[in-house]
């Protein structure tokens, strides 16, 4: 069971520190490597284990680190490819851990040996999130071209019983289609904390071309409501639903979320960005310095133009938050026709619902 007050104490911290655009969180993907090769990644691809020499070292990540502390950070996430291929993951996660920043692990859990549960019941973590890619080794092979599934779950069962804060984290793609719902059916049978990634999946940085994996909108349809109906019991369909579009002639500047507010990513190769969701900005932290690439993050966030459609859409609360996903590219200030279609599709199959007229909308929180 999370512990909410926690919960809430770092929301606020997150919100506050948005407010004075200071980069709280920090999401470091220590590398590209990784053992397993899921056909969805948008990091990894076949190339991706011959890159190491172009992996930033121990040092840069310590210097890194430093600055990142000297401009506010205090919550971490440990991510990559995989980051507990890194020789160096315990004395990196170490360095962030003695200044008392708050680390988090994004790992896909099948190396986590009862050396790394014993390490994080020592030097607790902020949370490990463990990405399941199947609920048999078939379906997993299906995924990440490897059979990983018992490992996973027997990490998983580790670290809860060690009292590690652990959740697991689904990312639906085209090739996990048929055990979507099986895996979430399975965290609820054993208790697991699951939450998925959004429907809507990035490109592969390095192969932008690769567009395989991605989820037709049928697909997304009927996936979101297996799932709606494994807590709720039976959608109840929606006949008439109103056309989405605000009538706005003018694209609001900026972003609302967190991202370049309160939160950057470092990219295994040393470039800063604003979200995972936005490679743009572009700096690298091999040419300046934590504080100056931040700067350069939130100009490049400053530019950005929201959907203009979205002023005032009936559809805006329902519909995906983040502006990476809604928007055609991200200085058109238009949004994409098939997120409005997605998100019509969803209310008129009673998965999601439409706010009463009248109903204030409480406000979005922003992604960790
Ligand atoms: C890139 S992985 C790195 C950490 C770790 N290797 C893992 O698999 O959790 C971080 C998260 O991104 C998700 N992910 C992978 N490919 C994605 C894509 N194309 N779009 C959005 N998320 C993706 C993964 O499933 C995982 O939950
Ligand atoms: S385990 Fe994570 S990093 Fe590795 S290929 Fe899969 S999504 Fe990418
Ligand atoms: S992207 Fe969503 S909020 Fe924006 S216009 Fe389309 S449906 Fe409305
Ligand atoms: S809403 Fe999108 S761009 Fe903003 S922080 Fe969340 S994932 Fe990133």
């Given at each position: 069971m999370e512990n909410q007050t926690y919960i809430q104490w770092k929301k606020s911290?997150?919100?506050?520190?948005?407010?004075?655009?200071?980069?709280i969180v920090g999401h470091y993907e220590l590398t590209a490597c990784c053992n397993l090769d899921c056909k969805m990644c948008f990091i990894h691809n076949a190339d991706s284990n011959a890159l190491r020499a172009r992996e930033l070292s121990t040092e840069t990540w310590k210097r890194i680190f430093d600055e990142a502390y000297d401009s506010g950070l205090f919550f971490?996430?440990?991510?990559?490819?995989?980051?507990l291929m890194r020789s160096d993951f315990e004395e990196l996660y170490l360095h962030l851990w003695k200044k008392r920043v708050r680390v988090g692990v994004l790992t896909n859990g099948t190396l986590i040996s009862d050396g790394h549960v014993e390490f994080f019941r020592k030097y607790p973590p902020d949370f490990v999130r463990v990405s399941l890619y199947g609920c048999s080794e078939e379906g997993y092979l299906q995924v990440t071209g490897h059979k990983g599934f018992e490992k996973a779950v027997s990490a998983i069962r580790k670290l809860r019983d060690a009292k590690i804060r652990v959740s697991v984290v689904v990312t639906p793609s085209s090739y996990m289609k048929d055990e979507y719902i099986g895996i979430r059916r399975y965290c609820i049978e054993n208790g697991f904390p699951c939450q998925s990634n959004n429907f809507l999946l990035l490109k592969n940085r390095e192969c932008p071309e690769k567009d395989d994996h991605f989820l037709s909108i049928d697909d997304i349809v009927e996936l979101s409501k297996a799932q709606y109906e494994l807590s709720n019991g039976p959608a109840i369909p929606v006949e008439i639903t109103p056309e989405p579009h605000g009538n706005s002639k003018v694209s609001p500047k900026g972003l609302t979320c967190n991202a370049g507010a309160g939160a950057a990513v470092v990219s295994w190769d040393g470039r800063m960005y604003p979200c995972v969701m936005l490679p743009i900005g572009d700096v690298s932290l091999l040419e300046m310095s934590y504080a100056e690439a931040w700067e350069k993050t939130k100009e490049a966030v400053g530019e950005m133009l929201l959907g203009m459609e979205c002023v005032g859409c009936p559809y805006d609360d329902v519909c995906p938050k983040c502006p990476a996903m809604r928007l055609t590219g991200l200085y058109t200030g238009h949004c994409k026709p098939e997120v409005c279609?997605?998100?019509?599709?969803?209310?008129?199959?009673?998965?999601?619902?439409?706010?009463?007229?009248?109903?204030?909308?409480?406000?979005?929180e922003s992604c960790d």
């Open positions: 911290m997150v919100r506050a520190a948005k407010k004075m655009k200071t980069p971490a996430a440990l991510s990559g490819g995989e980051c279609e997605l998100s019509r599709r969803l209310v008129a199959a009673g998965v999601k619902k439409l706010p009463d007229p009248g109903q204030a909308v409480p406000e979005a």
